[in-house]
């Protein structure tokens, strides 16, 4: 059973009407996907498996109406995945899994951090990210997604073959702590398989994070880093989310850049995030 417009890898994919437990609802043609039916603190294991089989695949969802307490975010993000935190990020005081994104103004900021997979300077990258709004701007202020198994299969062939065991070196950057996150940079696969699906998405992050490829000469490096940033963000490839009180949102690092947009002038808007540990990225 596959969804229209996917390429020949359809047949073994999930797709939304595989979903059995959970009500699943695709939000663009590939990418989002709206899951409803079920109250977070009271999923069974088996809802949970499809939730990670869901996000997996569509690259992120959106849980409506959920309103959580910060015990029952973080519980909930656990049943994903264990939980990790970034280094160099600053813990909630009362929460130290949480971490706050809080922005009280955005003008003298500039409009965004630009899109980017979170964490990547680590050995063994997040799976997921789960984030909920406690404080939303009445205007601006959505997070953008960008599906980054599309961007690999709108590679041509030639280039899919170029990538392969290509490596990019990832470094912290942009930390609130960058003294306390790691001082040494790591490489991982320009494209990785993802452990869930089998699919192949490129990994690649913002420039301050992302800017040199194994063995290449500086011009082709840049180049090459140059064109997939910017081809990693093609419209047809995301999804937006408009934030609603109690909306939770997950996300698959694995396949997805993101992006806050940070638009949202005078007005305050806090988010609590809570992060899963993953593997470290591999190439099949
Ligand atoms: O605040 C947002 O919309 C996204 C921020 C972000 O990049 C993150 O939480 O990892
Ligand atoms: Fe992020």
Not at 126 to 151: E, W
Not at 181 to 200: F, L, M, N
């Amino acid at each position: 059973m596959g969804i229209s417009g996917s390429d020949a890898a359809d047949g073994e994919r999930f797709s939304t009407s595989d979903a059995r437990l959970v009500l699943a609802e695709l939000m663009t043609g590939q990418t989002g996907v709206k899951i409803t039916g079920t109250a977070i603190p009271d999923m069974s294991d088996d809802e949970i498996v499809e939730v990670k089989g869901l996000i997996s695949e569509y690259c992120v969802a959106v849980l409506p109406n959920q309103p959580l307490t910060p015990e029952e975010h973080v519980a909930f993000a656990r049943r994903l995945d264990p939980i990790t935190f970034t280094p160099g990020e600053v813990p909630h005081p009362q929460w130290p899994d949480i971490n706050e994104v809080h922005l009280p103004s955005t003008s003298t900021l500039p409009p965004s951090n630009g899109f980017h997979t979170d964490t990547s300077f680590v050995e063994r990258t997040p799976s997921y990210t789960c984030l909920l709004p406690r404080k939303i701007s009445s205007h601006g202020g959505d997070t953008v997604f960008a599906n980054q198994y599309m961007a690999y299969e709108a590679l041509s062939p030639v280039m899919q073959r170029m990538l392969k065991g290509v490596r990019f070196k990832h470094n912290a950057a942009q930390l609130k702590r960058l003294d306390e996150a790691p001082q040494e940079p790591v490489w991982h696969p320009a494209v990785r398989t993802h452990p869930i699906t089998g699919r192949k998405a490129i990994y690649i992050t913002q420039p301050s994070r992302c800017n040199e490829v194994e063995g290449m000469r500086p011009k082709e490096s840049a180049n090459l880093l140059e064109f997939l940033y910017a081809h990693c963000q093609h419209v047809y490839a995301m999804y937006r989310h408009r934030w609603q009180p109690n909306d939770v949102v997950i996300w698959d690092n694995r396949c997805t850049l993101h992006a806050g947009v940070f638009d949202h002038g005078d007005e305050e808007r806090l988010m609590h995030r809570v992060m899963c540990q993953g593997e470290a990225p591999y190439e099949t």
